[in-house]
């Protein structure tokens, strides 16, 4: 089994900062990708960024310039720095990796429980 762990949401003003990470543990040989989605109250769930084993993030239209996302293969850890947020940014941020369990073995999803970020106006 293999378990996320978020940490780092918050409440913050609009125009501050915050910073997510994303804790993978368990039966673990290699992490492919790792990003974050968004769920809005109300709205469609939304990939804000997305980090690949070799390094390639992309991102929503909607963060591009505002949010960084980074990888620690050693630490199996992703980190999503967040800046000049704004009310809009309200969501519940879930990370999610794609995860091979063991050498030869295909890739399998998890997922995290979810971290609350509220962006005050």
């Known amino acids: 089994q293999v378990q996320l762990v978020e940490s780092g949401g918050g409440l913050v003003q609009a125009g501050g900062s915050l910073r997510l990470s994303c804790a993978a543990s368990?039966?673990?040989?290699?992490?492919?990708?790792m990003g974050w989605y968004r769920q809005a109250s109300g709205k469609q769930r939304e990939l804000v960024a997305i980090?690949?084993?070799?390094?390639?993030?992309d991102y929503a239209d909607s963060v591009k310039g505002r949010v960084s996302i980074s990888r620690d293969n050693a630490k199996n850890t992703a980190y999503l720095q967040m800046n000049s947020l704004e009310p809009e940014d309200t969501a519940v941020y879930c990370c999610?990796?794609?995860?091979?369990?063991?050498?030869?073995?295909?890739?399998?999803?998890?997922w995290g429980q979810g971290t609350q970020v509220t962006v005050s106006s």
């Open positions: 368990g039966n673990i040989f290699s992490i492919n990708d």
């Open positions: 999610y990796a794609t995860v091979v369990p063991k050498r030869w073995s295909r890739p399998y999803n998890y």
């Open positions: 980090i690949s084993d070799g390094g390639i993030t």
